[in-house]
Nanobody, 124 residues
C-alpha cells in the first residue's frame, strides 16, 4: 500500500487549499482513509476520515465546517478541501489508511499506512 500527498503550500489566513492523496495497492471499499496533521512540537492528530464501506465521513471539531474529506469516483484518490484557513492550521498533513472510521477518536487507534506528508503554512 502506498499513499502520496500533494497540494500543500503557503496561503494567507482565510485562504483555501485542496490536498490530494493518491493511493495504490489498496481496494478502497475494504479500507477507511483519513487525514492527520502534526504542528511543530505537537502530537499528530486525526482531523477527518472517510469510510470505504459507506462513504460516511467524520471531521474534528477544530475543522468542522471548514474542511471536507472526499474521494474520487474510482475511489483511488481522496482529498481534503480546506477553506477559511487559520494560522493554527499550520502543520504537516498526512494521509493514511485507518482501521476505524466511526469517530475522530477511533481513527487514531490501530495500524496505519502513512504517506510522507505535505506542509501547509497559513500566515496571518
Amino acid at each position: 500500500v502506498q499513499l502520496v500527498e500533494s497540494g500543500g503550500g503557503s496561503v494567507q489566513s482565510g485562504g483555501s487549499l485542496r490536498l490530494s492523496c493518491a493511493t495504490s495497492g489498496l481496494t478502497f471499499q475494504y479500507w477507511h482513509l483519513g487525514w492527520f496533521r502534526q504542528a511543530p512540537q505537537e502530537e499528530r492528530e486525526g482531523i477527518a476520515c472517510i469510510s470505504g464501506l459507506d462513504n460516511s465521513t467524520h471531521h474534528a471539531d477544530s475543522v468542522q465546517g471548514r474542511f471536507s474529506i472526499s474521494s474520487d469516483n474510482n475511489k483511488s484518490d481522496f482529498y481534503l478541501q480546506m477553506n477559511n484557513l487559520k494560522p493554527d492550521d499550520t502543520a504537516i498533513y498526512y494521509c493514511a489508511t485507518v482501521p476505524f472510521c466511526v469517530s475522530i477518536t477511533a481513527m487514531v487507534y490501530g495500524d496505519h499506512n502513512w504517506g510522507r506528508g505535505t506542509q501547509v503554512t497559513v500566515s496571518s
